[in-house]
């Protein structure tokens, strides 16, 4: 070994480097076996590598197989895939526990995800009776994942919880009511906490006030996500923390909370960039929440409710966003009607919600307040009562011209006809030239307009944008006939939008927005939907018209580049001849003089 790399392996921050790039976050095993052949063969790389090896930790079968040989047994659950447990024969001596205290002592990450079995309730329940001294499993862990299928052992997650836990997430319970002991003790086992992620299996997880009181004595949090309601003194406690970023919260009905602030001297959300907002019902409560955010990043913001809410509700809440500090800074916006989890339940039962309700139905009347927010570049809004046609579109493209995805649809595909025309897209490809990606239902069955007539419809008026905006240094839309240059879209989302001739559909859509090399479009298949029989046979026929359209749509597209390839050298020739002196092209029919 040369001098240099003798230095090279003295230095703990090369080491440390090597081993964290051959373990690549431990999620591969042959990775883990890379490092762990570094510790057992290098004595130099030997402490280092054992940290790194021993950092994120999976399981704590590798644990309980450092204790003697005789106290534990792996045991074949199923020979065709290989899939063992581990089982403790005795309960393990205190000097059993000595490579599995040192070891331990190095975890910091545990991730326990998956259908795959890690240890049983005994195993659990006989380490937990004779473990050595009262301190937790992994008393330097920061980060725990736990993600445990067996009802029978959720429950031992409760002794990974430390003083040092900086991130928690609880994902998927058996039963929601196996999430109150975790929750109810965090300020007291883990003061420390700065991200906690929780998910319920229902809906609506359950309310409970020692929890509420447990989330209002932690003063250290950054990111909460939780789908149980919590009470107004957590939810105040919340609205105060000065580093809180990510807040994903549950109101429960008939909160006082705007009311309450109203009495807090402190800034309201002073640091908050992603807000998500489930309720039961939404209220009007909720625009004065918004009035009351201090925070000027406020970026990303969605809004989810069990019930259809009325129209002038959702404006409401749309204006305060639109006059919030964090107006010119905002940029995704979702809203979904009815809760996203419930969307599955009412597809398998084919529930629609009654659609004569007028005073519910969304038109582009209720979405104007986000013309206020310049750089919204994300559009999502899911609900039955949609009301889209090709004014709503041409409305919403003048107003947020700097759209990058747009998604106005239905919760899921019941056979509902659109009233949004292949003509109607056109004013969106000219005024939001960054569009990526869009998800909207059609009637490609109406007439589709020819080239020489396919001019987008004037946009409503609106107030002029300065002169130095970008919207005036957009070209404008090319001449009858001519391609669109430079198109950004690369996914169509069409749902179980109807079609009767694809061959034309696809040469509408390469000559406006097809250019992009990765343009694909997506049609829903036959159970992407409800169950009426009508309904499945209307999609199956239409996915596999949208298909031949999809095909063709690459064809023209090529086929219209080598056009314009030709077209442009030989417009760059004729000027050459022309600037030269030289004569017509022998293309070129001239007239002779008599």
């Not at 001449?479 to 879209?489: C, E, M, N, R, T």
Request: net charge negative.
């Amino acid at each position: 070994m040369s001098w240099t790399a003798r230095q090279c392996l003295q230095c703990p921050d090369v080491l440390k480097n090597i081993c964290e790039q051959a373990y690549e976050g431990g999620y591969d095993p042959d990775c883990r076996a890379t490092v762990g052949a570094l510790n057992a063969t290098c004595r130099a790389f030997h402490r280092v590598a054992s940290k790194v090896l021993w950092s994120r930790i999976f399981s704590l079968r590798p644990l309980v197989q450092c204790m003697p040989a005789d106290v534990w047994v792996e045991e074949v659950l199923d020979v065709t895939d290989g899939r063992s447990a581990i089982a403790v024969t005795r309960p393990p001596d205190p000097s059993d526990w000595e490579r599995f205290i040192a070891n331990a002592a190095f975890v910091t990450s545990f991730k326990r995800h998956g259908l795959d079995p890690d240890l049983d309730d005994d195993t659990w329940c006989t380490l937990c009776l004779y473990r050595h001294g009262p301190a937790p499993f992994l008393p330097n862990l920061r980060e725990l994942v736990w993600e445990e299928p067996d009802a029978d052992v959720f429950e031992y997650g409760y002794q990974l919880l430390g003083p040092k836990l900086t991130t928690l997430h609880i994902g998927q319970p058996p039963s929601d009511s196996l999430l109150l002991p975790f929750l109810r003790s965090l300020h007291v086992r883990c003061p420390r906490l700065r991200h906690l992620s929780v998910q319920c299996r229902s809906a609506i997880g359950p309310s409970d006030p020692v929890v509420s009181r447990a989330i209002s004595q932690l003063q250290h949090l950054e990111t909460i996500d939780l789908t149980l309601p919590l009470y107004d003194d957590a939810l105040v406690h919340l609205a105060t923390l000065p580093n809180l970023s990510v807040a994903k919260i549950f109101l429960p009905r008939n909160t006082e909370l705007p009311a309450r602030l109203q009495s807090v001297s402190k800034p309201i959300f002073p640091t908050l960039s992603v807000l998500h907002v489930s309720v039961i019902r939404l209220e009007s409560a909720l625009a004065a929440l918004v009035d009351h955010i201090s925070s000027a990043q406020l970026c990303e913001v969605r809004l989810c409710a069990a019930h259809d809410p009325l129209s002038t509700t959702i404006r409401e809440f749309l204006t305060s966003l639109g006059r919030s500090p964090s107006r010119d800074c905002l940029s995704s916006v979702h809203l979904s009607f009815p809760l996203p989890s419930s969307i599955p339940l009412m597809r398998s039962l084919s529930a629609v919600p009654p659609l004569d309700h007028p005073e519910c139905t969304l038109d582009i009347t209720a979405f104007q307040p986000l013309f206020a927010c310049p750089d919204l570049t994300e559009l999502d809004v899911t609900s039955f009562f949609l009301r889209l046609d090709d004014t709503f579109v041409r409305t919403l493209a003048a107003g947020c011209p700097r759209l990058q995805s747009l998604r106005l649809a239905s919760p899921y595909y019941a056979g509902r006809l659109s009233e949004v025309t292949l003509g109607g897209l056109l004013p969106l490809f000219h005024h939001c030239p960054d569009l990526d990606t869009l998800s909207l239902p059609l009637n490609a069955s109406l007439p589709i307009p020819s080239a020489s007539t396919s001019t987008p419809s004037p946009a409503p008026p609106t107030s002029p944008p300065p002169a130095s905006s970008p919207s005036r240094l957009r070209p404008s839309l090319p001449s009858p006939g001519a391609d669109v240059f430079g198109s950004q879209l690369t996914t169509l989302d069409v749902g179980d939008s109807p079609i009767h001739a694809p061959d034309e559909v696809a040469a509408f859509l390469s000559a406006h927005c097809g250019t992009h090399p990765a343009f694909a479009v997506v049609a829903a298949d036959a159970g992407d939907g409800d169950a009426a029989p009508e309904h499945v046979r209307a999609r199956e026929l239409h996915s596999g018209l949208w298909a031949q359209a999809a095909r063709l749509v690459g064809l023209f597209a090529r086929v219209r580049a080598e056009e314009r390839e030709r077209w442009s050298s030989g417009s760059r020739s004729g000027s050459q001849r022309s600037c030269s002196g030289a004569g017509p092209s022998p293309s070129v029919q001239t007239e002779m003089p008599d």
